[in-house]
């Protein structure tokens, strides 16, 4: 699983699952859509590293949250 995705401000919107399933997401340009799931919008975030967080409860009843870094770039250089 990377820890660290990449993205340029102009990227489309990336829909974000987990699993177990049921949990909720947070951080800088996470929204929830209108068919209920969550989305990560680079265009809302704006350029810079973010943390996103999926924090959902256990069967066994526990809490835990699973952290990922987002960054964000005005583009991405091409080297030929």
Known sequence: Q???FNYTATDV???LRASPT???FSGVGV???GDGEYQFDPAQ???GSF????TVTLANGCSTTIPRNFSLTT???VFQ
């Open 2 to 4: 990377p820890t660290q």
């Open 13 to 15: 919107a990336v829909v």
């Open 22 to 24: 049921g949990g909720v």
């Open 31 to 33: 929204s929830i859509r």
């Open 45 to 47: 975030a704006g350029v």
């Open 51 to 54: 943390p996103v967080s999926y």
């Open 75 to 77: 583009f991405i250089p």
